[in-house]
């Protein structure tokens, strides 16, 4: 009792006895009262006070009491009044009765104190009763050991051998608990004697034991109060858990848990005793390796889907969108929840669920981070926990929820939880070092010992008597302190780690009881309660909502959380104009000549901007994904619980970071479009560079759902980017790589996993022949191009293998001679293909052994036709194209037009790289064919078999399925291919599970 209460309670006696005259047995119950009540010297101190508050001069008894009572009202809380009038009735009672001035006294002073005439009635009633009998209300609880003459309005617990009985009063409107023992017997509360026939405060994790009775426990009494008779019956059976982690290493030791409807049990250890992993295995996130786990006989493990709804788990970590405010963020966990219920009742739900966390005042702030503070850390606990009671789930899972808060803080979560208890709900929570009034609040307690053993099971105050007893302390039978009755749970740990004292009285680093040994202790006195076996779960309230709406919510979460954050969002919307800028300008080449302007068909970094570009739309997708998942972790999986859809979210996902790349990449292509002049092939670029963005964008998502760190993710971006720049076919010829893993005749196999290899070709291929400038002379181009590399390069090389092959007709035994014969015919076999099989009568003969000058004169013929067959073919679309280019030229205005034309559509770099008129090796041999290294642009793709889509790099187009595509069409649709199959991989999380696979030892 605190000084200032029990001043006011002498001040306001005395008033009540000077009405008379303060009598000689009114003074000594005052006196009784403060010797039970204080130490010696404290009780006689205040006992002096109370007789100069008698002796005082006299004035007017209401003024006095208005004064004392307004005093009251401005310094005590409502459950101080409520002791305060408690022990005024006593005292007046001290005498058996209660004078009538009395009564209009202590009305008075209820009225002042805003005391309701109902809870002092109740109290008045409790003090008067002296017989079973008189307590005749449902405000009152008898423990006795039968019920004959318990009154049937009052609640009952049967305790046989208890001598007597014991009252208890709960007043409506608090969670106070009153308790008189009416009997002959001693009992003990909390280890210290319980006064007889007197009214004293049952505190929260109190216990009451006499020498034969067995224990009342506070949770027992409180449970007989429960108002909310709707809440369903739940009991959760741990039976013989064990865990055992990938390395090999037990976690857990066969832990045994019993508990139904109504608990609050914590899980107390040191650390590395598993009270996580426990914590974990009980509510569904990790399988027990032995043991099961049951929630009205349904094994959690084995049936989650028959649970739904049913377990809640806030973490010790943050679960909040911090860049949303503390309304929104319940807001949207509650449209998960409740797809049935309107917006206004989501709001009403929302707004009642604030006012129990009391954090109406702070709805509309912020969250922010923990370094970037705008609410404190206890109402970050309480927001947490918010979101888990939305739902009201029946057995809720609470890790560390006292960590990092002051005392304050600490006392109101646990106040918060200890309320969710007595309305019919299971909690679990992982404790560290509680205070006192913390400790008390826990109906259970389980204790794990280093390694995973459980050491205890039971009352949390019995625990400290139980580990007394063990080691034979002197005061092996007080739970509490006598003085101030607070119970210290830290003396628990110094029993259980007291370390063994070498010769020199110094503490060594063995423990004196060892883990097992107290496991082995504890499993000699373990008795797990046996719970009911209740009705089947009764159906979750839940409505969650269709994957559609999921998606939809889960959108506008996301998207609300990054428009919330600006500096996020303003570096992601600059970082794509601003990189635009520098790039182009930087490499807006011209050549010094008389008029010393711009001109994009001069322009020799042309290329180097398209592959830049497309590196820049690796980089912002890989990292504007990078942390996605990574962050969302935690939520994800609290919102486990709730099954929600897997694919909805990445769906939502997905959906922003692609409007995210739309936006980056459209003001890229603007932006550098703009600056180096490259006219009508903005939407082409941009579909380039979008679709390649998105493609990072999955990529970066497998990473953030794989790695647990983002300084890893960080890291393995480089390592992801620098592939993509070798194998692109441009820092490093595919020609010139390593021969093993490349062949000349088309782009090697890891170029073709390359992203940058087709979004680079698509943009080269695009520019060159899609132009306003080349497109209407790509087909005569062709036509030009494959004509002239048949006749300067195809057919001479045909020639020269004839020839060697007619200087060596002696020798055909030769390896030489049968390769140079066996390419002649595949070569030949191609061109018959092409002008008829009937223009070559000796193609039979072109055989090892059957050719023969003949058959070279005949082939001589043939390959000097061909080669008037491609001149005329050239010469033909030459024709066409100077005729075409004339009619474009007929007047100024048109020539004008196409030398403008040429001038800002069509770049020299481009049409060189495409054409590879750079390359030495026009043409070269290989694996018994001829490979066309000029002109790859043009040349028209010949597949083995329909699905064989590979080609060389540049080529104009590819073959895939018997039919034949634009390379930009078909370049873009393996990108997206990519881009489908790292969304299998991110739904089924392959990454993670490969990285995170362990080898068992």
């Known amino acids: 009792m605190s000084e200032n209460l029990l001043k006011a309670l002498l001040e306001l006696f005395a008033i009540i006895a000077k009405k008379g005259t303060v009598t000689e047995d009114e003074r000594n119950n005052v006196k009784k009262f403060l010797t039970e009540t204080l130490s010696e010297e404290s009780a006689e101190r205040h006992l002096k006070m109370f007789d100069g508050f008698t002796n005082a001069s006299a004035t007017d008894s209401d003024t006095k009491i208005n004064a004392i009572c307004h005093k009251i009202n401005e310094e005590f809380t409502y459950p101080q009044k409520i002791i305060l009038a408690l022990q005024l009735i006593e005292l007046i009672l001290a005498d058996g009765e209660i004078a009538e001035e009395e009564t209009q006294i202590l009305d008075s002073v209820a009225e002042n104190i805003k005391l309701p005439s109902e809870i002092i009635a109740y109290i008045q009633s409790f003090a008067l009763a002296k017989n079973i009998e008189d307590f005749e209300s449902d405000k009152f609880l008898i423990v006795a050991e039968d019920d004959k003459k318990v009154a049937d309005s009052a609640y009952f617990i049967q305790e046989d051998h208890l001598e007597g009985f014991l009252a208890v009063l709960k007043l409506s409107g608090t969670e106070m608990y009153f308790v008189k023992y009416l009997g002959k017997a001693q009992l003990n509360m909390n280890g210290i004697p319980l006064r007889k026939n007197t009214i004293t405060l049952f505190p929260s994790g109190s216990t009451i034991k006499g020498e034969k009775s067995q224990t009342v426990f506070y949770s027992d009494v409180a449970s007989h109060y429960k108002t909310d008779d709707s809440t369903p019956n739940i009991s959760f059976v741990a039976d013989n858990i064990s865990f055992t982690f990938p390395n090999g290493h037990q976690g857990l030791h066969n832990v045994n848990i019993a508990e139904d409807t109504g608990r609050l049990v914590g899980l107390m250890g040191a650390s590395g005793s598993g009270k996580s992993t426990l914590l974990n295995v009980l509510n569904g996130n990790e399988r027990p390796t032995g043991g099961k786990v049951e929630i009205n006989g349904i094994n959690i493990h084995d049936n989650p889907d028959a649970i739904k709804g049913t377990i809640g788990y806030v973490p010790q970590d943050d679960l909040l969108i911090e860049e949303l405010t503390v309304y929104e963020n319940l807001f949207y966990a509650a449209k998960l929840c409740f797809d049935d219920k309107s917006s206004a009742e989501i709001e009403e739900l929302v707004s009642k669920t604030l006012a129990s966390l009391g954090l109406t005042e702070t709805k509309h702030l912020k969250v922010g981070s923990p370094l970037d503070k705008t609410i404190s850390g206890g109402q970050r606990k309480r927001l947490n926990i918010g979101l888990e009671l939305l739902r009201e789930p029946s057995v809720l899972f609470v890790d560390e929820p006292t960590s990092g808060l002051s005392s304050r803080d600490s006392e109101n979560i646990m106040d918060l939880l200890k309320e969710l208890s007595l309305k019919g709900k299971m909690v679990f929570v992982v404790i560290h070092q509680p205070s006192s009034d913390i400790f008390r609040m826990f109906d259970k307690l389980v204790i794990l010992d280093v390694g995973g053993f459980q050491i205890y099971y039971g009352n949390p105050v019995e625990a400290v008597l139980y580990f007394k007893n063990q080691i034979n302390t002197i005061d092996k039978d007080q739970a509490a302190c006598i003085e101030c009755g607070n119970v210290n749970p830290e003396q628990i740990f110094n029993i259980i780690e007291t370390k063994v004292v070498n010769e020199y009285g110094k503490a060594t680093d063995e423990r004196k009881i060892s883990p097992k040994r107290w496991f082995s202790l ?13 009705d089947p779960l009764p159906e979750p309230e839940l409505q969650i909502p269709n994957w559609t709406k999921q998606i939809v919510l889960f959108f506008k979460r996301d998207f609300k959380s990054k428009l919330a954050n600006r500096q996020y969002l303003l570096i992601n919307l600059l970082e794509a104009p601003i990189l635009a800028f520098l790039l182009a300008y930087i490499i807006r080449f011209y050549p010094e000549n008389e008029k010393n302007e711009y001109l994009f068909i001069d322009n020799l970094n042309i290329p180097a901007f398209f ?54 990449t459209f003001t890229y292509v603007i932006i550098g479009d703009l600056i180096l002049e490259i006219d009508g092939m903005s939407l082409t670029y941009w579909a380039i560079l979008f679709t390649t963005a998105c493609f990072a964008n999955m990529l970066g998502l497998n990473i953030s759902s794989a790695f647990n760190s983002a300084i890893t993710i960080y890291i393995l971006i480089p390592i992801l980017l620098i592939p993509q720049l070798i194998l692109s076919g441009v820092v490093v010829k595919f020609d010139n790589l390593n021969p093993q893993i490349t062949t000349p005749d088309k782009v090697p196999l890891v170029g073709e996993l390359m992203a940058s290899r087709w979004a680079f070709e698509a943009s080269m291929v695009a520019q060159f022949k899609s132009n306003d400038y080349a497109q209407p002379f790509y087909e005569l181009d062709q036509q030009m191009a494959q004509s002239e590399y048949k006749t300067v390069y195809y057919i001479p090389r045909l020639k020269s293998k004839l020839d060697f092959l007619s200087r060596n007709i002696e020798n055909r035994e030769t390896e030489e001679f049968a390769e140079a014969i066996n390419l002649l015919k595949r070569e030949i076999g191609l061109e018959l293909e092409v002008v008829g099989e009937d223009k070559f009568d000796a193609y039979h003969k072109l055989t090892v052994d059957k050719f023969d000058k003949w058959t070279a004169r005949k082939t001589e013929e043939f390959l000097n036709t061909l080669s008037r067959f491609y001149n005329n073919f050239f010469n033909e679309a030459n024709s066409k194209k100077e005729k075409a280019i004339y009619m474009l030229t007929s007047s100024p205005e048109k020539k004008q037009r196409f030398e403008y034309l040429r001038d800002n559509y069509y770049n020299k770099t481009v049409a060189n790289l495409v054409k590879n008129t750079n390359d030495a090796n026009r043409i070269i041999e290989y694996d018994g064919q001829l490979i066309q290294k000029i002109y790859p642009v043009y040349m028209e793709p010949q597949a083995n078999h329909s699905l064989d889509f590979r080609t060389q790099f540049y080529a104009g187009q590819k073959h895939f399925g018997g039919y034949i595509f634009n390379t930009l069409q078909f370049n873009l649709a393996i990108i997206w291919l990519m881009s489908i199959l790292l969304y299998v991989t991110l739904y089924y999380d392959v990454l993670r599970k490969i990285v995170n696979f362990k080898k068992p030892f």
């Open 611 to 664: 592959f830049m570009s497309i590196i820049v739309a690796l980089f912002m997708g890989l990292t504007v994904s990078a942390e996605e998942i990574i962050k969302d972790r935690k939520i994800l999986k609290r919102e486990s619980f709730l099954h929600l859809s897997r694919s909805s979210y990445l769906f939502s996902k997905i959906g922003i970071l692609f409007l995210f790349s739309a936006v980056q």
């Open 522 to 534: 504890f499993e000699q006195q373990l008795v797990v309660p046996k719970v009911e076996n209740p």
